[in-house]
């Protein structure tokens, strides 16, 4: 009975160590949208501002980053997220939705998934 009590304690230890590690981990993923549209560039910019408020509520939504891509009307988001649980979250959000009509897309967009194995600076 006692060898038992002490296998249970060392396995909560183990446990406790191991949730411990695993919250020090700092788990991101990294998701680009790349996209083209109609809209001239400054209409689009005012539109994404417009949009700004919406972005900043999203949950686990660490950053995002309004970038474009050399070729004219074309474009990406870089976001940031702490989790995949958050990533799929919002793909199945109205505001994921509203994308293509709001910045009037000429074609699908192309989107990545990107796991972050480390960062540089915290």
């Known amino acids: ?5 002490g296998t249970i304690h060392e396995i909560l230890n183990k446990a406790e160590l191991l949730i411990d590690c695993y919250l020090k981990i700092k788990i991101m993923i ?3 949208i790349k ?3 109609a809209l001239p560039e400054q209409e689009l910019l ?10 900043k509520a999203i ?6 980053y309004y970038t474009k ?6 474009y990406a988001g870089i976001y940031v997220w702490d989790s995949q649980v958050s990533l799929k979250s919002y793909r199945e959000s109205d505001l994921a939705a ?5 910045y009037e897309l000429t ?16």
């Open 59 to 64: 949950p686990g939504l660490l950053q995002k």
């Open 46 to 55: 005012r539109r994404a501002k417009e949009r700004e408020p919406q972005f």
């Open 69 to 74: 891509i050399g070729e004219t009307g074309q």
């Open 98 to 102: 509203s994308i293509p009509e709001a």
């Open 30 to 32: 990294i998701q680009i």
């Open 107 to 122: 074609e699908k967009p192309d989107i990545e998934i990107l796991d972050v194995l480390f960062q540089l600076r915290d």
């Open 1 to 5: 009975m006692h060898r038992a009590l």
């Open 35 to 37: 996209l083209k549209s």
